[in-house]
């Protein structure tokens, strides 16, 4: 058996620990990670900070390299793992590999926790909000729709994902319940030791104007950068000053900060930790809220109008933080206001652990860890 991942981002020690790299190989598993960050219309115009090499690591050009090597691929033996775009540009990529017989799927940690903290919208909403950029995506969907209907070829025969939440799994051969990766992560640290003395608030990171994933995704957050982080430094000043706590950053993987928080602590690789001892969690609407939920702790998200009112995707973000702060019990700040509000709300078990079940926990009767799952499922794929 071997295993083949198709990623559109680069390789790196995050995705090799998603992608239980080294578990394959401790047993006995051949695993290559094949990028397309190059080739694809949607990823190659874009800068990552990070480009690791190693062992089976390819990065392709064009998409017919790729096609030519996977035209290669013994379909008794190989199985991939595919983390791309079904688009108009990569319909053929996914034809070659349904025409050639290759069994493939997908693990999906990002579709229940993404899902679970947007709002839903009327279709009269939807179409008050149409723009330019809406349209064209909306074009876009559509004929990507067209194909998925016609074709089939984007269909995963194997799909993984969080939690118990099927609203939006809607093509998949067969699916799989597993644990998103904080759960995973948690469990590991949650006796950890405190990371610093002091009492202290923790700032989840979300690289708000930079994240690569921003830009794939067609929004252009073209806010003021400087004065954005100027705003939030002098939030961060009033809650220590308020609550004797002081506040430290929480800094996203995908970040490479030079002093942007004013001297504050920034911890990279650390978030489970740092949650897991906070007072409290402050955030404009990062996935790794998870934590909080684990740790039960109070979750503050904040935004500011003068800024947040710029863009489509600032608005589409803090629509997201006032939905998230109403079905989490969570506080919601105005980053200007003087009263600030409280960072110790009421935190509520019952809710916290029903969302955790929907948009996280894997199948509770199902007593596996998640590579034994994904090995399990895998094996008998290759085999059906």
């Keep these: 058996m071997q295993i083949i991942i198709l990623d559109h981002e680069p390789y790196s020690s995050i995705k090799k620990k998603s992608y239980f790299i080294d578990e394959f190989r401790i047993n006995g598993i051949e695993v290559e990670y094949w990028s397309l960050v190059d080739a694809l219309p949607y990823t190659k115009t874009l800068m990552y900070n990070y480009r690791e090499d190693g062992l089976g690591v390819k990065y392709f050009s064009t998409t ?50 993404t899902i679970a903290l947007e709002p839903k919208k009327p279709l009269s909403k939807q179409l008050s909000e149409i723009t330019l950029h ?16 016609k074709s089939g070829y984007q269909i995963p025969d194997l799909l993984y994902v969080t939690g118990a939440n099927r609203n939006r799994v809607t093509h998949a051969n067969k699916v799989v319940s597993i644990d998103y990766f904080d759960i995973l992560n948690f469990d590991q640290i949650k006796d950890s030791l405190r990371p610093l003395s002091a009492r202290y608030l923790v700032f989840l990171d979300t690289m708000l104007f930079d994240h690569p994933d921003i830009l794939m995704y067609g929004f252009t957050p073209n806010g003021n950068k400087s004065q954005y982080f100027e705003v939030l430094n002098d939030f961060f000043t009033k809650i220590e000053e308020k609550t004797g706590y002081q506040v430290v950053i929480a800094g996203h993987p995908k970040s490479d900060y030079n002093n942007e928080f004013n001297g504050r602590l920034c911890l990279m690789g650390q978030t489970g930790e740092l949650v897991r001892h906070s007072e409290g969690v402050i955030t404009h609407g990062s996935l790794s809220i998870s934590y909080a939920l684990l740790a039960n702790k109070p979750i503050t998200y904040i935004y500011s109008s003068k800024l947040f009112n710029r863009n489509e995707f600032l608005l589409f973000t803090l629509k997201n933080m006032i939905y998230a702060s109403e079905i989490l019990n969570a506080n919601l700040i105005e980053m200007s206001d003087a009263c600030l509000g409280n960072f110790d709300n009421d935190v509520l078990d019952q809710k916290y652990e029903a969302f955790l079940h929907s948009y996280y926990r894997k199948d509770k009767l199902d007593s596996r860890e998640n590579f034994k799952i994904i090995l399990d499922n895998l094996k008998q794929l290759l085999h059906d």
């Design 64 to 113: 017919e390299l790729l096609m030519n090597e996977i035209s290669k691929l013994d379909n008794k033996k190989v199985i991939l793992i595919i983390e791309l775009w079904f688009i108009p540009f990569t319909y053929k990529l996914f034809k070659a590999i349904r025409m050639g017989g290759i069994k493939w799927a997908r693990i999906d940690y990002y579709l229940n926790p």
């Design 134 to 149: 809406n349209f064209k995506r909306k074009v876009s969907t559509f004929l990507t729709s067209y194909f998925y209907s």
